[in-house]
């Protein structure tokens, strides 16, 4: 499959929980993202990886823990959250240097 | 840091009108200007983009506009057709040398394209 996939596409856990949000990307990017996107919020830039490198934690709380194995990997792994971190999360991808993201599905959260 | 606002939240318009939705932005260092639309469950996918060193830029039916002295730009479409539905998101970033800064996105605008 090409382009950039995100699973699991839907997603309801209780605050106590603890999951995984997964993105893979088929396209050779060696920048990948997480966005998170709320109603009637701009699309709220959380973290950067680049060459598997975190570049950019953009104030999140650490009950978010992104992890980068690999450019083609990206992985958000949640624990207690709270009902205001339901959302939609998005994973991009990018070439260093070019301007374009590519976006995934996104994984639709709900927190019970 | 660099702030998007975006205006309207919420577009309706007849098939076969234009439409505009504009966006100002905060950080005067910000060069470049992405549009990207996302329809109803899907993702939000690049549509039309402009560097601050061109004024206007199109591609068929839609057109960027940018004003850098007012920080403002504008996504124009016209013959809108029902297709067009969704919704669009504006965003800025600087880019400078080899480097990128990060995509800062406004609220968005849901269009509607009645028939």
């Known amino acids: 499959e090409t382009g950039v996939t995100q699973t699991p596409r839907h997603l309801v856990m209780g605050m106590t929980n603890k999951k995984s949000l997964k993105c893979e990307q088929h396209?050779?990017?060696?920048?990948m993202y997480w966005y998170k996107q709320s109603a009637k919020k701009p699309l709220e830039l959380m973290f950067v990886?680049?060459?598997?490198?975190?570049?950019e934690n953009n104030s999140v709380p650490s009950r978010f823990s992104p992890e980068c194995p690999n450019s083609s990997h990206l992985f958000l792994h949640l624990h207690t959250l709270q009902p205001e971190d339901s959302a939609l999360y998005l994973c991009?991808?990018?070439?260093?240097?070019?301007?374009?993201?590519?976006f995934g599905e996104g994984s639709r959260l709900t927190v019970l | 840091g660099e702030n998007v606002e975006q205006h309207p939240s919420t577009l309706s318009v007849q098939e076969g009108d234009s439409a505009v939705i504009k966006c100002t932005y905060s950080?005067?260092?910000?060069?470049?200007f992405p549009w990207y639309k996302q329809e109803l469950g899907k993702r939000p996918q690049l549509i039309i983009d402009?560097?601050?060193?061109?004024g206007e830029k199109k591609d068929q039916r839609i057109a960027v506009t940018l004003n850098k002295t007012a920080k403002h730009f504008s996504l124009h479409i016209t013959e809108t057709q029902p297709e067009d539905s969704a919704v669009y998101f504006c965003?800025?970033?600087?880019?400078?040398?080899?480097?990128?800064?990060?995509?800062?996105f406004g609220k968005g605008t849901k269009l509607s394209v009645k028939p």
């Open positions: 991009a991808s990018s070439q260093p240097g070019e301007r374009e993201l590519f």
């Open positions: 396209l050779g990017h060696n920048a």
């Open positions: 990886y680049n060459f598997k490198e975190q570049t």
């Open positions: 950080d005067s260092a910000s060069n470049y």
């Open positions: 402009i560097r601050s060193n061109v």
């Open positions: 965003a800025a970033k600087v880019e400078y040398g080899g480097s990128q800064g990060n995509l800062i």
